[in-house]
Protein backbone atom coordinates (compact mmCIF):
# COMPACT_ATOMS: atom_id res chain seq x y z
CA UNK A 1 0.00 0.00 0.00
CA UNK A 2 1.28 3.09 -1.00
CA UNK A 3 2.13 5.58 1.76
CA UNK A 4 -0.38 8.99 0.74
CA UNK A 5 2.44 11.63 2.00
CA UNK A 6 5.42 9.94 0.11
CA UNK A 7 3.90 9.80 -3.81
CA UNK A 8 5.30 6.71 -5.54
CA UNK A 9 9.10 7.67 -7.05
CA UNK A 10 9.30 7.59 -10.87
CA UNK A 11 12.80 7.99 -11.28
CA UNK A 12 14.80 5.54 -9.33
CA UNK A 13 18.42 7.29 -8.81
CA UNK A 14 21.11 7.44 -6.33
CA UNK A 15 20.40 11.48 -4.78
CA UNK A 16 21.17 12.63 -1.65
CA UNK A 17 23.60 13.22 1.05
CA UNK A 18 24.21 10.87 4.43
CA UNK A 19 26.42 10.64 7.06
CA UNK A 20 27.46 7.39 8.39
CA UNK A 21 30.13 5.78 10.59
CA UNK A 22 32.45 2.86 9.90
CA UNK A 23 32.99 0.56 12.19
CA UNK A 24 35.90 -1.10 13.37
CA UNK A 25 36.16 -3.97 10.60
CA UNK A 26 35.09 -1.63 7.70
CA UNK A 27 31.39 -2.28 7.56
CA UNK A 28 29.43 0.47 6.21
CA UNK A 29 25.45 0.50 6.16
CA UNK A 30 24.12 1.68 3.13
CA UNK A 31 21.25 4.20 3.23
CA UNK A 32 18.25 2.07 2.92
CA UNK A 33 16.69 4.38 -0.10
CA UNK A 34 19.93 3.58 -1.98
CA UNK A 35 19.47 -0.51 -1.05
CA UNK A 36 15.74 0.07 -2.63
CA UNK A 37 16.82 1.53 -5.75
CA UNK A 38 19.30 -1.45 -6.00
CA UNK A 39 16.56 -4.24 -5.48
CA UNK A 40 13.94 -2.76 -7.97
CA UNK A 41 15.96 -1.10 -10.65
CA UNK A 42 18.94 -3.20 -10.84
CA UNK A 43 17.56 -6.41 -9.35
CA UNK A 44 20.83 -6.70 -7.16
CA UNK A 45 22.01 -6.93 -3.65
CA UNK A 46 25.61 -6.20 -4.51
CA UNK A 47 28.05 -3.35 -5.64
CA UNK A 48 31.35 -2.52 -7.35
CA UNK A 49 33.17 -0.59 -5.18
CA UNK A 50 36.83 1.50 -6.50
CA UNK A 51 39.25 4.45 -5.86
CA UNK A 52 37.80 7.61 -8.07
CA UNK A 53 40.52 10.33 -6.89
CA UNK A 54 39.36 11.37 -3.47
CA UNK A 55 36.47 8.97 -2.86
CA UNK A 56 35.57 5.94 -3.08
CA UNK A 57 32.48 4.91 -5.87
CA UNK A 58 30.18 2.74 -5.85
CA UNK A 59 28.32 1.20 -8.92
CA UNK A 60 25.32 -1.22 -9.54
CA UNK A 61 26.73 -4.09 -11.47
CA UNK A 62 25.08 -3.61 -14.55
CA UNK A 63 26.41 -0.07 -14.60
CA UNK A 64 29.74 -1.28 -13.87
CA UNK A 65 29.35 -3.57 -17.11
CA UNK A 66 28.37 -0.72 -19.20
CA UNK A 67 31.97 0.95 -17.43
CA UNK A 68 33.99 -2.17 -18.31
CA UNK A 69 32.33 -2.95 -21.69
CA UNK A 70 33.47 0.94 -22.75
CA UNK A 71 37.35 0.78 -21.14
CA UNK A 72 37.79 -2.73 -23.02
CA UNK A 73 37.07 -1.15 -26.22
CA UNK A 74 39.70 1.73 -25.70
CA UNK A 75 43.27 1.69 -27.39
CA UNK A 76 45.14 -0.18 -24.58
CA UNK A 77 48.01 0.97 -26.18
CA UNK A 78 47.46 4.47 -24.22
CA UNK A 79 49.61 5.36 -21.34
CA UNK A 80 46.32 6.89 -19.60
CA UNK A 81 44.31 4.45 -20.52
CA UNK A 82 46.31 1.69 -18.67
CA UNK A 83 46.95 4.15 -16.18
CA UNK A 84 43.04 3.89 -15.33
CA UNK A 85 42.79 0.45 -15.93
CA UNK A 86 45.59 -0.07 -13.01
CA UNK A 87 43.90 2.51 -10.97
CA UNK A 88 40.40 2.44 -11.71
CA UNK A 89 39.63 -1.61 -12.59
CA UNK A 90 42.14 -3.36 -11.00
CA UNK A 91 41.13 -1.59 -7.77
CA UNK A 92 37.30 -2.76 -8.26
CA UNK A 93 35.67 -4.88 -5.81
CA UNK A 94 32.47 -6.88 -5.28
CA UNK A 95 30.71 -6.43 -2.07
CA UNK A 96 28.08 -8.01 -1.10
CA UNK A 97 24.94 -6.50 1.76
CA UNK A 98 24.97 -8.53 4.85
CA UNK A 99 22.26 -8.73 7.08
CA UNK A 100 22.13 -5.29 8.25
CA UNK A 101 22.30 -3.55 5.03
CA UNK A 102 26.44 -3.27 5.25
CA UNK A 103 29.22 -3.83 2.85
CA UNK A 104 32.75 -4.13 4.28
CA UNK A 105 35.14 -2.01 2.41
CA UNK A 106 38.57 -3.54 2.16
CA UNK A 107 41.42 -1.97 3.86
CA UNK A 108 43.45 -0.87 0.50
CA UNK A 109 40.13 1.01 -0.44
CA UNK A 110 39.85 2.66 2.86
CA UNK A 111 43.42 3.55 2.46
CA UNK A 112 43.57 5.00 -0.92
CA UNK A 113 40.43 6.99 -0.22
CA UNK A 114 41.51 7.82 3.52
CA UNK A 115 38.50 7.01 5.06
CA UNK A 116 38.84 7.07 8.88
CA UNK A 117 35.19 6.65 11.02
CA UNK A 118 32.67 9.14 9.96
CA UNK A 119 32.00 9.08 5.97
CA UNK A 120 29.42 11.14 4.03
CA UNK A 121 27.55 8.37 1.38
CA UNK A 122 26.36 11.03 -1.93
CA UNK A 123 24.07 10.02 -4.80
CA UNK A 124 25.36 10.91 -8.13
CA UNK A 125 22.54 9.18 -10.30
CA UNK A 126 23.69 6.44 -11.31
CA UNK A 127 26.17 5.27 -8.81
CA UNK A 128 26.84 6.94 -5.01
CA UNK A 129 30.25 8.03 -4.00
CA UNK A 130 31.92 7.30 -0.18
CA UNK A 131 34.34 10.19 1.03
CA UNK A 132 35.71 11.30 4.59
CA UNK A 133 33.94 13.29 5.83
CA UNK A 134 36.74 15.86 7.07
CA UNK A 135 37.72 15.26 3.01
CA UNK A 136 34.21 16.22 1.90
CA UNK A 137 33.90 19.37 4.60
CA UNK A 138 37.21 20.81 2.35
CA UNK A 139 35.57 19.61 -1.00
CA UNK A 140 32.36 21.23 0.15
CA UNK A 141 34.02 24.18 1.26
CA UNK A 142 35.74 24.65 -2.13
CA UNK A 143 32.81 23.97 -4.30
CA UNK A 144 30.85 26.67 -2.10
CA UNK A 145 33.48 29.29 -3.24
CA UNK A 146 33.87 28.37 -6.98
CA UNK A 147 30.11 28.04 -7.79
CA UNK A 148 30.18 30.70 -10.15
CA UNK A 149 32.92 29.46 -12.26
CA UNK A 150 31.30 25.96 -12.19
CA UNK A 151 27.67 27.51 -12.85
CA UNK A 152 29.24 29.41 -16.24
CA UNK A 153 30.75 25.95 -17.41
CA UNK A 154 27.39 23.81 -16.74
CA UNK A 155 25.58 26.84 -18.64
CA UNK A 156 27.81 26.34 -21.74
CA UNK A 157 26.83 22.38 -21.69
CA UNK A 158 22.91 23.39 -21.67
CA UNK A 159 22.17 22.68 -17.57
Given at each position: ????????R???????????????????????????????K??EE??????F???L??????????????V?K???????????Q????S???E????????????????K?????K???????LN?????????????M?S?I??F??????????G?
Amino acid sequence: MEDQNFPKRTNLVFRGRYLHVLDKKGRLSIPSIFREILREKYKEERLMLTCFGKSLVAYPVPEWIIIEEKVSKLPQIRPEVRQFQLLFISGAVECEFDKQGRILIPPSLRKDAGLKKEVVIAGMLNKFEIWDKEKWDREMKSLIENFEEISKVLSDLGI
